[in-house]
C-alpha cells in the first residue's frame, strides 16, 4: 500500500524557515517524480513545487521561486520542502503528493497518491 | 498559465441522482485532464486520468468525457459517500493548475 506521511508543519514568524518532510513507503520512491501542493483552509488546491527521479531537476511555482527549495533522499526515501522567508499567504497545508503510473503510462504531473497533509501557519 | 472554470459552485443533488460537473480550460489541452474527489479533512484522491480513465478502484458510476477545452465529469446514482468536493486539473501546459473546485452537497 502506498503511504505518504508528511510532517515539519507548524507554527512560524514572518521570514521564518520551516522544514516539511515526506516519507514515503509502499513503492520504489526513487522510480517517481514527486511533487508539493498546498491548500489554504477551505480554498481551492495550487500546486508548489516537483522534482525528477534522482533530484537533478526540479521546478516551482512563480509564487514561491526563489524561498522554497524542495528536495529528496532516495536512500531514505523521503521528500522535502525547504520554507524560507515565509509569509503570511504561505499559511496552507501542504500535501506530498506522487506522480501517476498505470503500468508503463506514466505522467509525470497527474497526482495518483497524496499524503494527509501538514499545516504550516504564519503569523506574528 | 492555463486557467481552468469549474461551473456550477456547487450543485445540490439527491442520492441515487445524477450530478454533471463541467471543467472549462482557458486554451486547448488536448485530453490532459484529470478529476479528484476532495472529502472534508482529508486529501484529494485521483478519480480520472486522460479525461475519461477511472483510476484504480473508482466505481463505474463516475464516468469523464471531452477534450480540448471543455470537460465533463458525471456521476449516476449518487451515494451518500460521493457529497465531495470535486476539481479537475491539467498538466498539458506548464505549470499544472487546478480548477475552483465543485461541491457536490445533498438536495
Known amino acids: 500500500e502506498v503511504q505518504l506521511v508528511e510532517s515539519g508543519g507548524g507554527l512560524v514568524q514572518p521570514g521564518g524557515s520551516l522544514r516539511l518532510s515526506c516519507a514515503a513507503s509502499g513503492f520504489t520512491f526513487g522510480s517517481y517524480w514527486m511533487h508539493w501542493v498546498r491548500q489554504v483552509p477551505g480554498k481551492g488546491l495550487v500546486w508548489v513545487s516537483r522534482?525528477?527521479?534522482?533530484?537533478?531537476?526540479?521546478s516551482y511555482a512563480d509564487s514561491v521561486k526563489g524561498r522554497f527549495t524542495i528536495a529528496r533522499d532516495n536512500a531514505r526515501n523521503v521528500l522535502y520542502l525547504q520554507l524560507s522567508s515565509l509569509r503570511v499567504e504561505d499559511s496552507a497545508v501542504y500535501y506530498c503528493a506522487r506522480s501517476f503510473c498505470r503500468g508503463n503510462n506514466c505522467h509525470a504531473d497527474y497526482f495518483q497518491h497524496w499524503g494527509q497533509g501538514t499545516l504550516v501557519t504564519v503569523s506574528s | 498559465e492555463i486557467v481552468l472554470t469549474q461551473s456550477p459552485a456547487t450543485v445540490s443533488v439527491s442520492p441515487g441522482e445524477r450530478a454533471t460537473l463541467s471543467c472549462r480550460a482557458s486554451n486547448s489541452i488536448s485530453n490532459n485532464l484529470a478529476w479528484y474527489q476532495q472529502k472534508p479533512g482529508q486529501a484529494p484522491t485521483l478519480l480520472i486520468d486522460?479525461?475519461?480513465n477511472r483510476a484504480t478502484g473508482v466505481p463505474a458510476r463516475f464516468s469523464g468525457s471531452g477534450s480540448g477545452t471543455d470537460f465533463t465529469l458525471t456521476i449516476n446514482s449518487l451515494e451518500p459517500e460521493d457529497f465531495a468536493v470535486y476539481y479537475c486539473?491539467?498538466?498539458?501546459?506548464?505549470?499544472?493548475?487546478f480548477g475552483p473546485g465543485t461541491k457536490v452537497d445533498v438536495k
Open positions: 522534482i525528477n527521479t534522482d533530484g537533478s531537476s526540479t
Open positions: 486539473q491539467q498538466r498539458d501546459i506548464w505549470p499544472p493548475t
Open positions: 486522460d479525461a475519461t
